[in-house]
């Protein structure tokens, strides 16, 4: 069910929630968060469209009341709020406020997110494409526990995630770091197995525009005692050990990656790309801080660009 609210009020929106939730006895005791969605855009309905669709599937393990919010430049015309509700068949396991602010109103996006936060549950903010210097000090950041960025989305992704690093505060993450979750563990796990050999200098190659890429060279300089090298060509990380090298590598848009390992067989492991929404129910499993991800930032200064 989708029903538009042009030309609105707070107060007008809630009561049409409360109405159309009596219709089917539906109830929001069993939402466990607030998701604030907010996107610079008013005219990006392609991504406004992604982003709800990864929402609403990852409501399927975390049902969320989502609140998205649109906000133009301030200017001169006058204020105006105009809405759209999704519900049931058309919101997952929640459901979807969708805001659109125009004139002076733009610029209190947070006045008019707070009528809608559900009381005594957490609240998270993601910001799909362009995101502010410092998430935790924007106004609807400040409502949050959690706040989510995505550096893939930015017109310069590796300015982005680098940037990320000066306005860091414990709670913030990216979901270029979900994505690499499982390349992660990959190489965690082949370096626990003998010859535990110290790993004296790394290599991350791919895409110049990944900035997971870009990411996971930080976190490599943040737990090495050597040289991390990013360079740009074919989808690979290299650790290299005394007595061995470790590589694992994936042609670009495939799903099964390569695992090497000096004088061993080849391992062939299923490593695709991981979609927006499992990325995002992935870190809205957690609440509090990510103390590795804030490592990988500050080693993204040690990464040596090729």
């Known amino acids: ?153 930015s017109p310069d992704p590796l300015a982005a995630i680098k940037s990320r690093r000066g306005g860091y505060t414990a709670g913030d993450t990216d979901l270029s770091w979900s994505r690499i979750t499982y390349w992660r563990a990959l190489l965690a796990s082949a370096l626990d197995q003998p010859p535990y050999e110290p790993v004296r200098s790394a290599l991350v190659s791919g895409l110049s525009t990944e900035p997971a890429l870009d990411i996971l060279a930080g976190w490599l300089a943040s737990r090495i005692d050597g040289p991390v090298r990013r360079a740009v060509g074919e989808l690979k990380i290299e650790l290299v050990r005394d007595s061995e090298t470790v590589a694992l590598s994936r042609p670009q848009h495939g799903v099964i990656a390569t695992l090497s390992r000096t004088a061993r067989p080849d391992a062939l492991v299923p490593l695709p790309r991981r979609v927006t929404a499992e990325c995002l129910a992935e870190d809205l499993r957690r609440l509090d801080s990510d103390a590795v991800y804030g490592a990988a930032l500050a080693g993204l200064e040690e990464v040596e660009y090729l």
């Open 1 to 153: 069910m989708i029903v538009e609210l042009p030309d609105t009020s707070t107060n007008a929106i809630n009561k049409k929630l409360d109405e159309l939730r009596e219709q089917v006895g539906a109830a929001t005791t069993g939402r466990v968060l607030t998701l604030i969605i907010a996107l610079e855009s008013t005219e990006n309905d392609m991504l406004l469209e992604e982003s709800i669709a990864a929402a609403n599937i990852a409501s399927q393990e975390h049902p969320s009341r989502v609140v998205v919010v649109l906000a133009g430049e301030p200017d001169d015309s006058p204020p105006r709020l105009d809405a759209q509700l999704r519900m049931f068949g058309d919101a997952g396991a929640g459901e979807v406020v969708v805001l659109r602010l125009s004139g002076p109103l733009s610029g209190h996006a947070d006045a008019v997110v707070v009528p809608f936060l559900l009381p005594d549950i957490p609240v998270v903010a993601w910001w799909p494409d362009v995101a502010p210097a410092a998430p935790a000090e924007d106004p609807l950041g400040a409502l949050a526990l959690r706040r989510i960025t995505d550096a893939t989305n």
